[in-house]
């Protein structure tokens, strides 16, 4: 008889244990879904380009502290450039004797612009092509970015504006120099990474320079 309620007895403790232990095992698993949910709320995502200012540009020059817009209205030369590629592109246009942009253009994809009026000298062409242009001051200089698919790029081309003079038979003939070029990112480029065109690629803060 003893020995039968001995083992009910064994019976009642083991699923009170059994009954404490699941009752346990549920407790930690609120637990750790209470931790998971308090991580989530916490998580954020960070906007890197936040501090820069949109600019819903249009072909032309753009407004920039880093550009000195120069001009030379007795000259009826120009820099024809047509964006083939499928981002739109940002141009600076760089005079090699001081190294300063005397123009900035933004030129939208599958369309063409006409730099006029351009001094004399020789000049290096910057490349920024992408989706979405912003720009923001940084100790007082113009930092320009695609924020999406952004390729920057350095041509080899170096368009030489002087004027050249010749003599025939003692007439002058005076030659101004008028380049048409195509530029841009292609679809090929985008997919397969491969350059259509001899360019250099530099960085963001290179083509900021």
Same mark, same amino acid.
């Given at each position: 008889?003893?020995?039968?309620?001995?083992?009910?007895?064994?019976?009642?403790? !083991?699923?009170?244990?059994?009954? =404490?232990?699941?009752?346990?095992?549920?407790?930690?698993?609120?637990?750790? %879904?209470?931790?998971?949910?308090?991580?989530?709320?916490?998580?954020?995502?960070?906007?890197? *380009?936040?501090? *820069?200012?949109? @600019?819903?540009?249009?072909?032309? #020059?753009?407004? +920039?502290? #880093?550009?000195? $817009?120069?001009?030379?209205?007795? =000259? /009826?030369?120009?820099?024809?450039? !047509?964006?083939?590629?499928?981002?739109?592109?940002?141009? %600076?246009?760089?005079?090699?004797?001081?190294?300063?942009?005397?123009?900035?253009?933004?030129?939208?994809?599958?369309?063409?612009?006409?730099?006029?009026?351009?001094?004399?000298?020789? !000049?290096?062409?910057?490349?920024?092509?992408?989706? /979405?242009?912003?720009?923001?001051?940084?100790?007082? %200089? +113009?930092?320009?970015?695609?924020?999406?698919?952004?390729? *920057?790029? @350095?041509?080899?081309?170096? $368009? #030489?504006?002087?004027?050249?003079?010749?003599?025939? %038979? /003692?007439?002058?003939?005076?030659?101004?120099?008028?380049?048409?070029?195509? =530029?841009?990112?292609?679809?090929? =480029?985008?997919?397969?990474?491969?350059? /259509?065109?001899?360019? #250099? !690629?530099?960085?963001?803060?290179?083509?900021?320079?």
């Amino acid at each position: 008889m003893m020995e039968q309620n001995f083992n009910k007895m064994n019976g009642k403790v !083991y699923l009170i244990i059994v009954s =404490l232990f699941l009752g346990n095992w549920s407790l930690n698993a609120q637990q750790v %879904k209470k931790v998971s949910m308090q991580k989530e709320e916490t998580y954020q995502v960070v906007d890197e *380009y936040a501090d *820069y200012e949109s @600019i819903n540009a249009v072909n032309g #020059n753009i407004d +920039c502290l #880093n550009t000195e $817009p120069k001009y030379d209205f007795s =000259l /009826d030369n120009s820099l024809k450039v !047509y964006n083939s590629g499928v981002y739109d592109m940002v141009l %600076k246009l760089i005079d090699d004797k001081d190294n300063v942009a005397t123009r900035m253009i933004y030129i939208k994809k599958g369309t063409t612009h006409e730099i006029k009026n351009i001094p004399q000298g020789i !000049y290096t062409i910057k490349e920024a092509h992408g989706v /979405d242009w912003r720009q923001k001051i940084e100790d007082g %200089k +113009c930092i320009g970015v695609f924020t999406q698919g952004a390729h *920057y790029r @350095i041509a080899e081309t170096h $368009p #030489n504006f002087n004027i050249e003079k010749q003599y025939e %038979k /003692d007439k002058e003939i005076t030659t101004i120099p008028y380049y048409e070029i195509e =530029l841009g990112v292609t679809q090929a =480029l985008v997919d397969d990474k491969k350059v /259509d065109y001899k360019t #250099n !690629y530099i960085s963001v803060e290179d083509f900021n320079k």
